[in-house]
């Protein structure tokens, strides 16, 4: 900055000692006309000025807002939630590669998924979400829902399906995933819908699968269960709109009497078509919504 300085002075100025001496003979200079000895003064404290380097945060608050002892504990019991999950997720991996029965796999992403939907239920009810708590819910559903989901579809279909094939539809169950859980963090949030299927409803139904399957057998194919995999990664990412729980819960109770008597005569045929009817009814919602927008415009 001084070398800057001594340039400044030779480029623009005249002798310094001529300008402290003279402030008339600097405003009848010909080499600067316009200017007077107090823009001159100006730039010359503007070429010498060191610069002062702002001050960087060293560490982010995690829990934002007020940081009283009850809301850094409402805080924690948070977060303990979402590690409850990752960590439960992390257990179905390792009875999986183990060659454990898929069964407690299974049961292990059940209860990954209860413990996902009450991190978020409390944080808001504590008052206590904030943007570390949506990473690291991001991370644990990404280790539960979309690594453990498919590990353990893979360990019970290994012995039925191609290996190739299997893998293949394990790791797109997990590219998807990595995909719709990033583009859920940086779209805007819909009320109503879901933009694709949210990967806890795809471990859902995943892990309910492989629990039907280890404990009553299974009537479909093990190409068919591939298909579905494979249709379920695709419906993660996919742009159609689905609704959430919440619409689902205040459809007319008359409608949940016929998936009830299924349940009972077949349960693993009357899943597998409630499935197909959730992921069918995202293009009907998209072609309804546009023929909407067609009609309004």
């Not at 730039?43 to 702002?54: H, P, S």
């Not at 940086?186 to 879901?194: A, I, N, T």
């Not at 990664?233 to 016929?258: D, R």
Request: charged residues 15%.
């Amino acid at each position: 900055m001084r070398a800057g300085g001594s340039f400044a002075r030779q480029m623009l100025l005249v002798p310094v000692g001529r300008l402290r001496k003279a402030d008339h003979s600097v405003a009848t200079s010909t080499a600067l006309p316009g200017l007077d000895p107090v823009e001159l003064r100006a730039i010359e404290q503007a070429a010498t000025a060191e610069t002062v380097e702002q001050p960087t945060p060293t560490t982010i608050p995690l829990l934002p807002g007020e940081r009283t002892l009850d809301r850094r504990i409402k805080f924690a019991l948070v977060q303990a939630c979402t590690l409850s999950s990752l960590l439960l997720g992390m257990t179905a991996i390792f009875l999986a590669v183990t060659q454990q029965n898929p069964m407690y796999g299974a049961l292990c992403l059940l209860a990954c998924i209860t413990f996902d939907g009450l991190d978020g239920a409390l944080a808001r009810k504590f008052g206590v979400a904030s943007p570390f708590g949506v990473q690291m819910d991001s991370l644990g559903d990404m280790t539960s829902f979309g690594v453990a989901a498919p590990v353990v579809v893979f360990a019970t279909l290994k012995d039925a399906v191609p290996t190739p094939v299997l893998i293949v539809a394990c790791a797109m169950v997990a590219c998807c995933a990595a995909v719709r859980l990033a583009r859920f963090n940086v779209s805007p949030k819909d009320g109503r819908f879901f933009c694709g299927v949210p990967t806890t409803m795809a471990a859902t139904v995943l892990a309910v699968t492989v629990l039907l399957k280890t404990t009553m057998g299974s009537e479909l194919p093990a190409g068919a269960m591939v298909f579905g995999v494979v249709l379920l990664a695709i419906a993660m990412v996919s742009s159609f709109p689905y609704a959430k729980l919440a619409k689902v819960v205040k459809l007319p109770p008359t409608l949940f009497l016929l998936p009830l008597v299924g349940l009972v005569w077949n349960t693993q045929v009357t899943f597998g078509l409630l499935v197909l009817v959730y992921l069918m009814s995202g293009p009907v919602i998209w072609a309804r919504q546009r023929r909407t927008a067609a009609r309004i415009a």
